[in-house]
Nanobody, 125 residues
Framework: QVQLVESGGGLVQTGGSVRLSCAAS????????MAWFRQAPGKEREFMAG????????YYGKSVKGRFTISRDNAANTVALQMNNLQPDDTAVYYC??????????????????WGQGTQVTVSS
């Protein structure tokens, strides 16, 4: 079992930066691939970034590649998402997700086993 708690959301101006953090509890974090998704009102949950359980591979959605960076600290059981050059279209609830059992990062949210409660990021124009 993995429990996830996101933090770091808030209100930011266009062009600004936000760093999201996800704290994980549970012994399986080290073997879990982690990802960040977001969901805007009326839209489907969208893959933003993922990092393999081993930390040796990172993946990004097309809309955020070059602006967002995912990282993990297995010693601290945390995964972070650094978001730069934010735009109004980035406004959404951001979720941390875990896929355990040393499985790969995938884009389909249905393939993830554990989810955080989400944190709101609002980008003002």
């Amino acid at each position: 079992q993995v429990q996830l708690v996101e933090s770091g959301g808030g209100l930011v101006q266009t062009g600004g930066s936000v760093r999201l953090s996800c704290a994980a509890s549970g012994r399986t974090f080290i073997s879990s691939s982690m990802a960040w998704f977001r969901q805007a009102p009326g839209k489907e949950r969208e893959f933003m970034a993922g990092i393999r359980w081993s930390g040796d591979a990172r993946y990004y959605g097309k809309s955020v590649k070059g602006r967002f960076t995912i990282s993990r600290d297995n010693a601290a059981n945390t995964v972070a998402l650094q978001m730069n050059n934010l735009q109004p279209d980035d406004t959404a609830v951001y979720y941390c997700a875990a896929r355990d059992g040393t499985r790969a990062v995938v884009l389909d949210p249905a393939q993830y086993d554990y989810w955080g409660q989400g944190t709101q990021v609002t980008v003002s124009s």
